[in-house]
């Protein structure tokens, strides 16, 4: 799985444990469900407005789109995918993701 699949399948996973469907989901927030549908598979980059427009419309913090770790197997995967977004990352990323990590483990 890439980062857009991940991503996709945790809208999926969020909007099917409210018991939304994607009619009723796309519709609150304003896009089409074949676009909702894209994005859940993966297929779609969504804005940043409209992902907060998702988190919103699925009562959840932004950032909790992004825990996705759940979908990964195993901890080899997870490792080969952070090495695999190192890689592409250029030195801003980089900066950025060293404080993230920074706050998450401290």
């Known amino acids: 799985m890439n980062i857009k699949e991940l991503i996709g399948a945790r809208i999926k996973s969020l909007r099917q444990g409210k018991g939304l ?8 927030i304003g896009i089409s469900s074949k676009y909702l549908s894209s994005i859940e598979r993966g ?4 804005t940043l407005d409209t ?4 988190a919103n419309a699925l009562k959840v913090e932004l950032f909790e789109i992004f825990l996705y770790a759940h ?9 080969e995918r952070i090495q695999s977004l190192i890689e592409e990352a250029d030195v801003d990323r980089l900066k950025f993701a060293t404080k993230l990590l920074r706050a998450v483990f401290h």
């Open 51 to 54: 992902l907060i427009q998702l």
């Open 71 to 79: 979908e990964v197997s195993n901890s080899k995967e997870l490792k």
């Open 21 to 28: 469907t994607q009619e009723t989901l796309a519709e609150k």
């Open 43 to 46: 297929k779609e980059n969504p």
